[in-house]
């Protein structure tokens, strides 16, 4: 079993910045693709962004791109998500997630449906 263990989020003014991380425990010896999704009240889970095993390919929604960054450091098990110029629509709660795989270059999907594992899940609340 892999487990996924997600830093506490937290409030912060619009126009702000914050670090989420996500560490890793259990099977660690298996390759894992990882993304981030978020959920705000009422709505359905959406895709934030996504890294390879490797971390040399990434992907972001549309909504986050040139103001989040994914990123990971294997040694450490561990994956973060940069998040600045942040904005009261994205305020959710954001969960981490991992996928076994056999490629270090290949990128998850975009549904929640594409990965094994999830983390509890983590409140960002941003105030305008």
């Known amino acids: 079993q892999v487990q996924l263990v997600e830093s506490e989020g937290g409030l912060v003014q619009a126009g702000g910045s914050l670090r989420l991380s996500c560490a890793r425990s259990g099977r660690t010896f298996n390759n894992y693709a990882m993304g981030w999704f978020r959920q705000a009240p009422g709505k359905a889970r959406e895709f934030v962004a996504a890294?390879?095993?490797?971390?040399?390919?990434?992907h972001y929604a549309d909504s986050v791109k040139g103001r989040f960054t994914i990123s990971r450091d294997n040694a450490k098990n561990t994956m973060y998500l940069q998040m600045n110029s942040l904005e009261p629509e994205d305020t959710a709660v954001y969960y981490c997630?991992?996928?076994?795989?056999?490629?270090?270059?290949?990128?998850?999907?975009?549904?929640?449906?594409?990965?094994?594992?999830w983390g509890q899940g983590s409140q960002v609340t941003v105030s305008s």
């Open positions: 890294i390879s095993w490797s971390g040399g390919a990434t």
């Open positions: 997630a991992a996928r076994s795989t056999f490629s270090s270059s290949v990128l998850p999907g975009i549904r929640p449906s594409d990965y094994d594992y």
